[in-house]
Nanobody, 115 residues
Framework: QVQLVESGGGLVQPGGSLRLSCAAS????????MAWYRQAPGEERDLVAG???????HYEDSVKGRFTISRDNAKKKLTLQMNSLKPEDTAVYYC?????????WGKGTQVTVSS
């Protein structure tokens, strides 16, 4: 059974930091392209950052220089380090894993940036 479980969300003040994690099970994690998406209320789910199976990364423009995506294949863990958080970063953050045939989503973790 495939599971992607996010953790690390919470309430943080503007300018603060959070570190999100996604623990994977039931997949050969090293073969999957992984990504973080986010969805704000009333908005579509959008890509935030992705990391390919070869380790190459890409970021949505608004998070470049503030967020860092990384993966630990041995621990089957995906991480998103978020710094200099802004109120507009408030959303539910989802982990996604994709291979040539399948795509899997976690259930999400809430990030709220507010003073």
């Amino acid at each position: 059974q495939v599971q992607l479980v996010e953790s690390g969300g919470g309430l943080v003040q503007p300018g603060g930091s959070l570190r999100l994690s996604c623990a994977a099970s039931g997949i050969i994690f090293s073969l999957y392209d992984m990504a973080w998406y986010r969805q704000a209320p009333g908005e579509e789910r959008d890509l935030v950052a992705g990391i390919e199976s070869d380790g190459s990364t890409h970021y949505e423009d608004s998070v470049k220089g503030r967020f860092t995506i990384s993966r630990d294949n041995a621990k089957k863990k995906l991480t998103l380090q978020m710094n200099s958080l802004k109120p507009e970063d408030t959303a539910v953050y989802y982990c996604k894993g994709v291979d040539s045939k399948f795509a899997y989503w976690g259930k999400g973790t809430q990030v709220t940036v507010s003073s």
